[in-house]
Every structure is written in structure tokens, then in C-alpha cells.
Nanobody
Framework: QVQLVESGGGLVQPGGSLRLSCAAS????????MGWYRQAPGKQRELVAR???????NTADSVKGRFTISRENAKNTVYLQMNSLKPEDTAVYYC????????????WGQGTQVTVSS
């Protein structure tokens, strides 16, 4: 019943910015944590950034200083502000969430394509 829906992906030039949003529908709980993963062609899915309900964050070294994750707990919504984008950031970005009653269970969004190219 829970759905995570991403939006905000698209085509941008190197050095540009993009803001991704992920909104949960059909949910009556506040997630323990929400985050963003990405998967490039031929590569494994990797963590980009994650944020807990207390506001603590984990961010991949490759995007530190460029990407910022934030959330609105009451709305179970998470955002990813991406600045200074590089071609290597090109990937499908997936929203992820864990419920507080089972933090090992993963909800996944359908993914949104981010392409960085001149």
C-alpha cells in the first residue's frame, strides 16, 4: 500500500543543479529513515545520502559538499538538492525508506533518471 514517488529528474549540464523529491503515499507512519540511492548502467546500486528522523545524515564521499539531503517528517517527504553536477552523477536515483517498526524493511520508489551531459 505504501508508495514512494520520485520526481525532479532530468537532463542538466555539468555544473548545473537539480532538486529531487520523494513523497510517500498510502502511509500512516513516519519513517525511521529515508534516503537516496543511485544506480548507473553496469554498476551496483549505491547509497547517495540518508537521513534519520532526528535529522542525522550520512552522505557518500563522492557527493559531499555538492548534495544536501533534507526531509519533512510530518509529510514523509525527502529531498535531494544536487549542485555542481558532474557527468559521473548520471544514474537512476531511487528513493528509499524504512519504517520505525522494522528498520530492516525497505520501501523503494520507481526511480527517476538524472543525466548530466553537455
Amino acid at each position: 500500500q505504501v508508495q514512494l514517488v520520485e520526481s525532479g529528474g532530468g537532463l542538466v549540464q555539468p555544473g548545473g543543479s537539480l532538486r529531487l523529491s520523494c513523497a510517500a503515499s498510502g502511509s500512516i507512519v513516519r519513517f525511521y529513515a529515508m534516503g537516496w540511492y543511485r544506480q548507473a548502467p553496469g554498476k551496483q546500486r549505491e547509497l547517495v545520502a540518508r537521513i534519520s528522523s532526528d535529522g542525522s545524515t550520512n552522505t557518500a564521499d563522492s557527493v559531499k559538499g555538492r548534495f544536501t539531503i533534507s526531509r519533512e517528517n510530518a509529510k514523509n517527504t525527502v529531498y535531494l538538492q544536487m549542485n555542481s553536477l558532474k557527468p559521473e552523477d548520471t544514474a537512476v536515483y531511487y528513493c528509499n525508506a524504512n519504517p520505525p517498526y522494522d528498520s530492516t524493511y525497505n520501501y523503494w520508489g520507481q526511480g527517476t533518471q538524472v543525466t548530466v551531459s553537455s
